[in-house]
């Protein structure tokens, strides 16, 4: 009975563990064998889980993983921990904020440093400490967000001193615009990068984002750093590259009911029916990140048949036209929310939005279904 | 020091329990003191908190709790159990669902029953256990999304037999257009539910949502089931009418960095500088629930002073022109992404939404503080 996918949640995503191990065995392949492949695990794995992608990457040989703050980092750690992983580096790219030096040094984190203050206070604690502690060096190259700007670079390259202490492991930098491969901007920030790189002689180095381990080997140093693209989300919203699709997202068909000719649906009656139809109220809305620009836009399938998404969306559900669906379609008890004739793109675009925002804003309320993972997994050489 | 304010995450959202109790004792004294104000604490809570919410509001004499889901209410029903709360109602708008009923019946919950396949299943299942099991009854009066349709309450009319076995608390209704007090929809929909009740006499009505807790007495019957009143947003957007704000949300400044006349900012580089600037990066992004839209529109407050939000808004962080703000207002280290010039209102019509898709989509990494709450509730008269 379909209605048992459902037992208590009125709709369920559906996590491809193999997918989004297959995704980043792509973007390793792109890279050259000796450039590593980390994986960003950010905003709880991009919405998708956080602790059940680091360790199904860790198990797979992944060694590398970015969250952004360390709370994100406290959670990964206390995963690999309950996995009995225990060589995988985590980096926190928001870098180590003032208080909570003793928390990453006790846990072994890794700061991307920002700014000199945060170097200084990190070397600091080292010194306090007695430890050589890890860090990241970020330098800005035409982001303007994180990272050291031209001044504090250019006072680093002049006091390389300042160092001491600390076991910088990478250096890295940001593309702005990496997934619009003609834009100039990557190839000067690529070329900032290289200029600074070379004042770091034996730094290993990492600058590609997902869209940057597109951009060609010249983009991907020691470390790419992928994150979209692992959940199986073109960042310049190409179909293909490789990159199999991750989220599944299926939700219960609640009621269907008879409507009349002239009857408006939904919040605002912004609908008006043209014919007597039959309407289906579907267990998902903006609450569950169904985002509610969705009205009037989406699709979903139903069986073998697709049906509009019509009136505004609900907190909690929305409403379907399904007045030419047959009853052994309506009998499936549920509907695809994405689905092959709509996408997590055309999703994104009917929402005005782009697709990771779309991932990352999804609900806590629907079930997780995670398919594949661990068991699956085989060890590979990092 | 105020970084020790975010000891682990980049933003904390504080809730103020207090307002929240405060808001529904307003909103009770709206109706006449025979008519039940009862809290909807779906979607967790409007994404505030449905165990906190329920449970403070239950210590204050609150009896009526809406959720959408089981789930919800699994979760509820816990939380109330866990505070030695029980004499409060848990009513699921999504009615029970195929599969269910056990589930239902054994944690004593209360569906709105909202077609006859429903009413059909639950009262079999009261036959069945000998019974006789609680629910809400729905009928459609305008909104074409859940509820008995035209020809189901008729058929439910003529055959009144159809209810036995069952304890039906309430008949109720929803309101499609209740914030716009001019809509004749309102009258209209009250005027089909009254219709309807002259055939259920004796059985108390529901009507009112928070908007239509404004609307006056003649919408108020037996209960009203406000929402986002009670979490400090008015339905139309209003300022006034007596509700106190609930939110507040302040991120860290996690970086303050240089940038020259001519830099670009954040992806895409959407903005160039005109002059030498100083730039904030702020611990808060879409990832958040601080929507990508909002880049380029909203502000912050930081110390004293108000600061824009420029280029676009990051998954993790935004980023915010301080140019001109003292180094005594950016030592605060931190900046309230709401304040006086910049409320839940503002936000949501940067936003493109409205403020219900805000506050249920806000994410879970930022911490959460509660202000006030149970140990200042005194005991209501219900």
């Not at 952004?68 to 990964?76: F, M, P, Q, T, V």
């Not at 700014?115 to 206070?121: G, N, P, S, T």
């Not at 006072?155 to 834009?183: C, F, K, Y």
């Not at 609908?271 to 809305?285: E, F, M, N, Q």
Request: aromatic content about 6%; hydrophobic content about 45%; overall charge neutral.
């Amino acid at each position: 009975m379909p209605a048992a996918m459902f037992p208590h949640a009125d709709s369920q995503l559906t996590i491809n563990l193999d997918a989004i191990l297959a995704n980043w065995r792509r973007l390793d392949s792109l890279s050259p064998a000796q450039t590593a492949t980390a994986a960003m695990v950010k905003a709880n794995g991009y919405g998708l889980g956080a602790a059940r992608v680091g360790t199904m990457l860790a198990a797979a040989g992944c060694r590398h993983f970015f969250v952004a703050s360390l709370s994100e980092a406290i959670d990964l750690a206390a995963a690999f921990r309950d996995a009995g992983q225990n060589d995988a580096a985590i980096m926190i790219l928001h870098g180590v904020q003032r208080g909570q030096e003793a928390d990453f040094a006790a846990a072994g984190l890794v700061p991307v440093l920002n700014d000199l203050e945060q170097l200084a206070r990190w070397r600091m604690w080292a010194t306090k400490t007695g430890q050589k502690l890890p860090a990241l060096l970020h330098f800005d190259t035409g982001m303007t967000r994180l990272g050291l700007d031209a001044a504090q670079t250019d006072w680093l390259i002049n006091t390389p001193q300042a160092l001491d202490g600390l076991d910088i492991r990478h250096i890295m930098s940001h593309l702005a615009a990496a997934e619009v491969q003609t834009d100039p901007t990557n190839q000067q920030q690529r070329d900032r990068f290289n200029a600074i790189r070379q004042f770091f002689p034996g730094l290993p180095a990492s600058l590609a984002n997902s869209a940057g381990c597109f951009l060609g080997s010249d983009y991907h140093f020691q470390m790419t750093r992928p994150g979209i693209a692992l959940y199986g989300i073109h960042p310049a919203g190409r179909p293909g590259d490789g990159l199999q699709p991750v989220l599944g997202w299926r939700a219960r068909i609640m009621q269907v009911r008879a409507a009349a000719a002239g009857d408006k649906v939904g919040y605002n009656g912004t609908v008006t029916l043209r014919r007597d139809s039959r309407i289906a109220t579907i267990g998902v809305g903006y609450a569950d990140g169904y985002r509610r620009q969705l009205g009037g836009k989406a699709s979903v399938r139903i069986g073998s048949a697709t049906a509009p998404v019509i009136g505004r969306v609900s907190m909690d559900s929305i409403t379907v036209d399904v007045t030419d669906l047959t009853a052994d379609d309506l009998a499936t008890g549920r509907a695809d929310l994405l689905h092959d004739a709509y996408d997590i793109h055309s999703m994104a675009i009917d929402a005005g939005t782009i697709g990771y925002e779309l991932i990352t804003q999804l609900g806590h309320r629907p079930a997780r279904q995670y398919l594949g993972g661990p068991a699956l997994c085989q060890p590979a050489t990092p």
